[in-house]
Nanobody, 115 residues
Framework: QVQLVESGGGLVQPGGSLKLSCAAS????????MGWYRQALGKQRELVAR???????DSGDSVKGRFTISRDNAKNTVYLQINSLKPEDTAVYYC?????????WGQGTQVTVSS
């Protein structure tokens, strides 16, 4: 399995931007599909964006055009650039690494959008 550590969360005003990072260690990073999910208080965890080994990207409808996922296999890191933040983007953001049968999660990083 891989171990995942997220960073970059914080408090930001509406309309602002953040860049989240997820550093991976352990097994071969490039073999894993990497993704970002989020969970708001009282809601189910939902997909934000994911990038598979071939480079294809899948994003949740609520973030298309505002959030961009990327990965740097040389640095074993996946990023999430989040722009035009809205209060409804407030959530804990989790990094995910998936390569059957492994499904690994980070501890999460809080993003709070408030004026």
């Amino acid at each position: 399995q891989v171990q995942l550590v997220e960073s970059g969360g914080g408090l930001v005003q509406p309309g602002g931007s953040l860049k989240l990072s997820c550093a991976a260690s352990g097994r071969i990073f490039s073999d894993y599909a990497m993704g970002w999910y989020r969970q708001a208080l009282g809601k189910q965890r939902e997909l934000v964006a994911r990038i598979i080994r071939g480079g294809s990207i899948d994003s949740g409808d609520s973030v298309k055009g505002r959030f961009t996922i990327s990965r740097d296999n040389a640095k074993n890191t996946v990023y999430l650039q989040i722009n035009s933040l809205k209060p409804e983007d407030t959530a804990v953001y989790y990094c995910n690494a998936r390569n059957y049968p492994y499904d690994c999660w980070g501890q999460g990083t809080q993003v709070t959008v408030s004026s």
